[in-house]
């Protein structure tokens, strides 16, 4: 059995064609018009019409990973910060076009979905996901189904660890994003290099530490830039209190992270699972398997919203 997993972003659209066992057989890719919902319909059908004309057998269901809020019984994007949809149906629209049944998530959770169903979460019915990139996002899964509270949990990103510090996008001081995220740890590495910029630093920014940003701080840090290890650390601070929090509320098998900012080549992992020792005061007998890195895939968005359908939560409904 094959499904399509579509993953939907603020510029554009990638599709796939994906089996049981979380192998690609095709992908396709679309630029996002994203100014009007026809606009945003045609350029997800664009997608998935391309994606399967590549397929040898008809996918069963497709499975749809949106950036924001969804409404997961009714199969509707509500809203996102950087895409004018407002309430639209993607899982009926989908299904009366193609005549495929449907699941819509939000990308956390269907990225957490992915890596339970797929990656590095797979076997452990109870674990945390955390993205770190320009932002950070969460998805927790428990007795192997996605926890969502009233709404939305696993907003781990929003947890509150320095009150009165940076300003979050959320517009709270002090999240864990807002110290840990790309543009957080961007800040921290310009301040530290104000002072007196390290050659590494200055050969990095062509000669303007103000324009430091943290891809330079993760490149300064692996080519031994003592500050710039120092901003990693910190941020490996920061993560490691949100896994300690994570712990105590959930006790997870384990806490799988993935997302640009942790693909570092090991560096910021090792250093979240040595702060994760320092502040829980007690050795976790194996940390390397509690704190895991999620393998660097291009199509981890696909993979995610493809296990929606292909191991599904609860099941499809294929009627119409
Ligand atoms: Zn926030």
New binding site residues.
């Given amino acids: 059995m094959t499904g399509i997993g579509l993953d939907i972003g603020g510029t554009k659209v990638a599709a796939g064609v994906v089996d049981d066992d979380g192998h690609i057989l095709a992908t396709a890719r679309a630029p996002m018009v994203k100014d009007s919902h026809a606009h945003i319909v045609e350029s997800i059908c664009a997608a998935v019409d391309d994606v399967l004309a590549q397929a040898s057998e008809r996918p069963r269901a497709i499975g749809i990973a949106v950036p924001g809020t969804v409404d997961r019984d009714q199969g509707i994007a509500v809203s996102a910060v950087n895409i004018a949809w407002q309430r639209l149906p993607l899982v009926a629209l989908l299904r009366e076009r193609y005549g495929l049944p449907g699941v819509i998530a939000n990308d956390a959770n269907a990225g957490a979905w992915g890596e339970y169903a797929f990656g590095m979460g797979k076997g452990s019915q109870n674990l945390v996901f955390i993205t770190v990139g320009t932002g950070i996002g969460g998805g927790i899964i428990e007795s192997g189904r996605v926890v969502r509270g009233y709404g939305s949990a696993g907003e781990i990103?929003?947890i509150l660890l320095s009150p009165g510090g940076p300003l979050?996008?959320?517009?709270?001081r002090g999240?864990?994003?807002?110290l840990a995220a790309g543009p957080g740890i961007a800040r921290r590495g310009r301040a530290a290099a104000a002072e007196d910029p390290s050659d590494i630093v200055l050969q990095l920014t062509g000669g303007d530490a103000n324009a430091l940003t943290s891809e330079n701080v993760r490149d300064a840090a692996a080519a031994g830039d003592p500050a710039m290890q120092a901003v990693r650390d910190d941020t490996a601070r920061w993560l490691a209190m949100g896994c300690q929090i994570c712990q105590q509320m959930l006790a997870p098998e384990c806490i799988v992270f993935a997302g640009g900012v942790m693909q570092d080549g090991g560096g910021l992992i090792s250093a979240v699972r040595g702060w994760y020792q320092r502040l829980s005061g007690s050795e976790h007998p194996d940390v390397e398997s509690f704190i895991r890195l999620a393998g660097e895939s291009e199509h981890a968005g696909i993979l995610g919203a493809a296990a929606l359908v292909l191991q599904p939560e609860d099941p499809l409904h294929t009627g119409t």
């Fill in positions: 990103g929003h979050c996008p959320c517009g709270v999240c864990l994003e807002s």
